[in-house]
């Protein structure tokens, strides 16, 4: 069993940067492939970037690509979301999860997942 825990939300201005965190419990974290989901209000949960449990490659939705960094400590058992240049559509609780396996942006494929954090970008 695998346990997620997200931090590093919260209240930003647009234009401004925040570092989500992502702790997993278990030791077999190295070989999970990890992936960011967020949901604003009112929408569907949605694919944000994913990462390969070596961190070695990566994978980003449109909308953040160039604007938000994926990383990943194995050591700590930690990945990290690095998000710059905010906007307020950005505005939504982000989910970290996990899965055995290749990354995927595909929801269902994802096997765990944190409680979210929310993140707000005024405008």
């Known amino acids: 069993q695998v346990q997620l825990v997200e931090s590093g939300g919260g209240l930003v201005q647009a234009g401004g940067s925040l570092r989500l965190s992502c702790a997993a419990s278990?030791?077999?974290?190295?070989?999970?492939?990890m992936g960011w989901f967020r949901q604003a209000p009112g929408k569907e949960r949605e694919f944000v970037v994913a990462i390969t449990g070596s961190g070695g490659n990566s994978y980003y939705s449109d909308s953040v690509k160039g604007r938000f960094t994926i990383s990943r400590d194995n050591a700590k058992n930690t990945v990290y979301l690095q998000m710059n240049s905010l906007k307020p559509e950005d505005t939504a609780v982000y989910y970290c999860?996990?899965?055995?396996?290749?990354?995927?942006?595909?929801?269902?494929?994802?096997?765990?997942w944190g409680q979210g954090t929310q993140v707000t970008v005024s405008s």
């Open positions: 278990g030791r077999t974290y190295s070989v999970l492939a």
């Open positions: 999860a996990a899965r055995r396996g290749v990354y995927s942006y595909y929801e269902s494929s994802y096997d765990y």
